[in-house]
T-cell receptor
């Protein structure tokens, strides 16, 4: 298993440009999430999905769109990049096991995005 | 969602035992306590999870007192490779998706 993969590893954008961060998992997990991490801070939830065709907003969804057409893929779209979106983006997946405490999240390696 | 409080940073030396305490005064009855570890330039990695008393795995131990208002992650005989940020989270996924809240975590620096 490759686990959770993210592409690209690094990206530089100009203000106003759009792009898609890719995330894929091969563990057949129901749940997938996108987080951003700013320097010296914890992770903040952007969007999440509880299954193909189902997405919902997290703590900081503005400026980002997601879709989940398959179980494996969960791309994150930046519609019009802004300097405030400079951050490291992590994708995660988890198998939902109700009654087993919190679902263990498996994180990808991250995408470091800089918006000029 | 319950909020957690943990020290911003800690220092230790190789071979020592490290204990990181997390406060979660408003923990709910169904909440579990989970710890993640994050190395520089990597995503967080699950370490251990518990509900009450003590849990031990090959990496760490988790001590939870009876009132569950705090918990302590114990790392035995740390090495330089244990230098990382450690996050304490509380939550429950019984009702569906669990929105985990990652605070700033505790930065552990292990020195030679």
């Amino acid at each position: 298993n490759a686990g959770v993969t993210q592409t690209p590893k690094f990206q530089v954008l100009k203000t106003g440009q759009s792009m898609t961060l890719q995330c894929a998992q091969d563990m057949n997990h129901e749940y997938m999430s996108w987080y951003r991490q700013d320097p010296g801070m914890g992770l903040r939830l952007i969007h999440y999905s509880v299954g193909a065709g189902i997405t919902d907003q997290g703590e900081v969804p503005n400026g980002y769109n997601v879709s989940r057409s398959t179980t494996e893929d969960f791309p994150l779209r930046l519609l019009s990049a802004a300097p405030s979106q400079t951050s490291v983006y992590f994708c995660a997946s988890s198998p939902h096991e109700a009654g087993a405490g919190t679902d263990t999240q498996y994180f990808g390696p991250g995408t470091r995005l800089t918006v000029l | 969602l319950a909020k957690t409080t943990q020290p911003i940073s800690m220092d230790s030396y190789e071979g020592q035992e490290v204990n990181i305490t997390c406060s979660h005064n408003n923990i709910a009855t169904n909440d579990y306590i989970t710890w993640y570890q994050q190395f520089p330039s990597q995503g967080p990695r699950f370490i251990i999870q518990g509900y009450k008393t003590k849990v031990t795995n090959e990496v760490a131990s988790l001590f939870i007192p009876a009132d569950r208002k705090s918990s302590t992650l114990s790392l035995p005989r740390v090495s330089l490779s244990d230098t990382a940020v450690y996050y304490c989270l509380v939550g429950d996924s019984g009702g569906g998706y669990n929105k985990l809240i990652f605070g700033a975590g505790t930065r552990l620096a292990v020195h030679p």
